[in-house]
């Protein structure tokens, strides 16, 4: 059974930092692109970051650069984003995204239930 289980979410002050996790099971995680989206509400969903299997690459968007960091762990099958000088207007629901890239998985998308942030002003 494949889940991504997100975890890390909450309340921080404008200027403050979270880091988000994502465990993943029942895939082949290495083999996956991983990705974290956002929905704030009333919005749609946004792509924020994307990490690459096999060390093929990071793409980050716009609003993300220079204060978000993705990373990942093969070994332990998790998805991380460390948030720094968070903003009111990063306030949403994060969710985790693994993307099959390759053979039999390639254009399967699996997704987290999300872990909400909430940004004070």
């Not at 890390?8 to 290495?30: E, I, T, Y």
């Not at 969903?45 to 716009?62: P, S, T, V």
């Not at 993300?64 to 207007?89: H, P």
């Not at 053979?103 to 997704?111: E, K, S």
Request: with cysteine.
């Amino acid at each position: 059974q494949v889940q991504l289980v997100e975890s890390g979410g909450g309340l921080v002050q404008n200027g403050g930092a979270l880091r988000l996790s994502c465990h993943a099971s029942g895939f082949d995680f290495s083999r996956y692109t991983m990705q974290w989206y956002r929905q704030a509400p009333g919005q749609e969903r946004e792509f924020i970051a994307r990490i690459r299997a096999f060390g093929a690459g990071i793409d980050y968007a716009d609003s993300a650069k220079g204060r978000f960091t993705i990373s990942r762990d093969d070994v332990g099958q998790s998805l991380f984003l460390q948030m720094n000088n968070l903003r009111y207007d990063d306030t949403a629901i994060y969710y985790c995204n693994a993307r099959g890239i390759f053979g039999a998985d390639a254009g399967t998308d699996y997704w987290g239930q999300g872990t909400q942030v909430t940004v004070s002003s």
